[in-house]
Every structure is written in C-alpha cells, then in structure tokens.
C-alpha cells in the first residue's frame, strides 16, 4: 500500500497557516524569511500508534491524568507529536509524545497534530531516549535498558553515549551497573519509588541478599542513602569481635551495627556527645560487660 497522508484542506490550512493575529503589535514583515512546516500534518488518532519498541514502558497515571485535564480544558494539544509513516501497516508510529497521545485518547480527541520525519532505527531510539531523559522521567531501569541498546545495537562506547546525552561517563557507568540488579532486587524497583542513588548502591552489592536489603531499607523505611552505608554496608563490614577493629577515623565514628554471619540478632552502638577515642572504646567495654552480665542472670 502505497503512503497515503490524507488530511482536509481545512485541516490542513489550520495548521500550517493560522489565522493571523490582529492588532497593532502584529506585522506581516515578521513572517519573512520564513517558511512553513511542511512536514507537520493532522493526523486522526486512530492511524497513531505507540512503538513497542520506546524505552520506556511504565507511565505514571496521576500524571496522565493531569496532561488529560488539562488538553481537555484547553480542547487540543499543544505541542505536535513526532511520527514516521509505517507503510507497511499504513499508520504513523510515535517517535516522541507518547503521553500526550494517551491524554488525547483519554479525553476522545479525534486527531493529533504531529511533525512527520523519516528515520532509520538508530536515530529513533535516541530521538527517544533523549526526550524521555529530559522530559518525561523514564524508570532507572528503562534508561538502563535503552542505553545497552544504543553500546550493544549499534556500537557507541560508553564515552560516545554520555556525549550525545550530555551526562558524563561516570553517570553512564553507573547506570549501567543497574543490571547487577537480581531479579528479586529489580521487582522491588518496579514497585516503589526509589532514588537513583539508593539503587546505585544495591548494585554494588554481590550478595542478592544485601541487594534486596538495601532496597527494602530504602523503599519501606525510607533510608537515606546514607543511612544504609552505616548501618548494613559499613556495619556487614566489621569483624566478628566489634573490639577488634577500630574505626578509620575514630573522630567520625558515631554509630556502628553488627551483625553475625548467622544473622541471629543485631548489636548497635551509637555515640550522642563528643567523645575520644579512648572513652569510645571504654563505654563498649562497659557496655559490653554490662550485657553478659545481664545474660548470666536471666540462665
């Protein structure tokens, strides 16, 4: 079937030369050296169809809500679409703008203004990856999946990706790193919100188990990153007698979990004034004393 991008004059005289504004501060010199869009159309929804293959998969509903209010009250959308012709199928895949096209379809809009563009299939998932990286807040891991495409599809290095991005290699790294994430740890990220940061970390982590900790602690709890760093990485970290191994920085060292390779109960020690090394170490012997003592009366 040939391409086929039927649309009324009417229609088409609308969109690509809207009626001029009237008024003194209106001037028709200011439409010279000029020249219109030929490439933007109205286009009905029903021949719009998302791509199966965008990178990102989730939409938040809230917010499609909000964008659907709002082209309801104002009766259109704003800003056009990007789509190629399918000849194939005889439709008009989207390239960008997927949101805007659910708003219209929730609010029963019968057609779309959008910018028609030919594109091979490199370009359309950056052309993707980067209007969904600068507005509309993609999934950490969405982002991480259409980054190995752009390495492993179609050969950039992970330098070349940042530029054309405009995020540093550091960033790029890191987000690759997300597919340390096992399985049970990338089920937790589909079903909370959770920062970047939070993540970054648990993929760190080889164990699955500490990965699925951390994001528990960080989803159910809200711990900061921070936070996690203390009481599970640094805390895991120490050697089994907590007397045998001293802080770095006896300075900084105000607060300290520990827990055995068994994992049958917890021990924290957390310092609220200003203490010196030496009177660190000799309130965990006290407490410490104090504890077995307590165990020797209760047998």
């Not at 229609?11 to 030929?38: C, H, M, Q, W």
């Not at 980054?147 to 492993?152: D, N, P």
């Not at 009177?279 to 410490?288: D, F, M, S, T, Y």
Request: charged share 35%; with cysteine; glycine share 6%.
């Amino acid at each position: 079937m040939g391409k086929c991008y039927l649309q009324s004059a009417e229609a088409s005289s609308a969109f690509l030369n809207p009626v001029p504004l009237e008024g003194d501060e209106y001037k028709k010199g200011e439409r010279k050296d000029t020249s219109p869009i030929r490439e933007a159309r109205f286009i009905n929804i029903e021949r719009v169809k998302p791509d199966p293959d965008q990178p990102r998969k989730k939409f938040d509903q809230d917010s499609l809500e909000r964008l659907a209010e709002s082209t309801r009250e104002l009766g259109e959308i704003i800003d056009p679409l990007t789509v190629e012709y399918d000849e194939q199928g005889d439709i008009f895949r989207i390239i960008s703008g997927e949101r805007r096209f659910r708003a219209a379809k929730m609010v029963g809009l019968e057609t779309l203004p959008c910018l028609l563009k030919e594109v091979d299939d490199k370009k359309r998932i950056l052309l993707q990856l980067i209007a969904n990286l600068q507005r509309e807040n993609i999934t950490p891991l969405e982002e991480t999946a259409g980054i190995r495409t752009l390495i492993e599809k179609f050969g950039y290095s992970q330098t070349q990706t940042a530029k054309i991005l405009n995020k540093s290699k550091s960033y790029v790294s890191q987000t690759l790193g997300l597919e340390r994430l096992t399985p049970s740890a990338k089920e937790i990220v589909q079903t909370s919100e959770l920062s970047k940061e939070a993540l970054i970390q648990a993929s760190r982590e080889k164990d699955p188990e500490k990965q699925v900790k951390i994001l528990k602690k960080a989803s159910d709890e809200g711990h900061t990153v921070r936070q996690i760093r203390e009481n599970i990485i640094e805390g895991d970290s120490f050697d089994e007698n907590p007397l045998k191994k001293t802080d770095r920085n006896q300075k900084s060292f105000k607060k300290w979990a520990w827990t055995p390779k068994h994992k049958g109960f917890v021990i924290t020690i957390q310092f609220k004034g200003k203490q010196n090394a030496s009177e660190k170490a000799n309130l965990i012997r006290v407490a410490l004393k104090e504890a077995n003592n307590h165990l020797n009366d209760g047998n």
